[in-house]
């Protein structure tokens, strides 16, 4: 079983970066697909990304192609979310989940697949 933990929301304005990192604590966070996820005010929560155990596989939603980018470190137990060219849409509370084992294309962004959650972290993009 995994605690994870979110850090480094923010404010920053459109156009801007943000780096959010999960912190997890428990064993074999190496056997854990890490996804992270989004609610936004009267909004669904939506899964942004995904990356396999090894991390070596990846996901994005559409609207995280080509400006997020997905990583983790096993051996520090973290995942990290790198946000680029953020738009006030990004906007809303990032989540970080774990589910023991692989998702694959399509069903990695159900909220219902996960095991574990964080308590989140707020990203707010104004200017």
């Known amino acids: 079983q995994l605690q994870l933990v979110e850090s480094g929301g923010g404010l920053v304005r459109p156009g801007g970066s943000l780096r959010i990192s999960c912190a997890a604590s428990g064993s074999e966070f190496d056997f854990y697909g890490i996804a992270w996820f989004r609610q936004a005010p009267g909004k669904e929560r939506e899964g942004v990304s995904w990356i396999k155990s090894s991390g070596d596989w990846t996901y994005y939603a559409d609207s995280a192609k080509g400006r997020f980018t997905i990583s983790r470190d096993n051996a520090k137990n973290t995942a990290s979310l790198q946000m680029d060219n953020l738009t006030p849409e990004d906007t809303g509370i990032y989540y970080c989940?774990?589910?023991?084992?692989?998702?694959?294309?399509?069903?990695?962004?159900?909220?219902?697949?996960?095991?574990?959650w964080g308590q989140g972290t707020q990203v707010s993009v104004s200017s």
């Open positions: 989940a774990a589910v023991r084992g692989f998702l694959g294309r399509t069903s990695w962004f159900y909220a219902s697949e996960y095991d574990e």
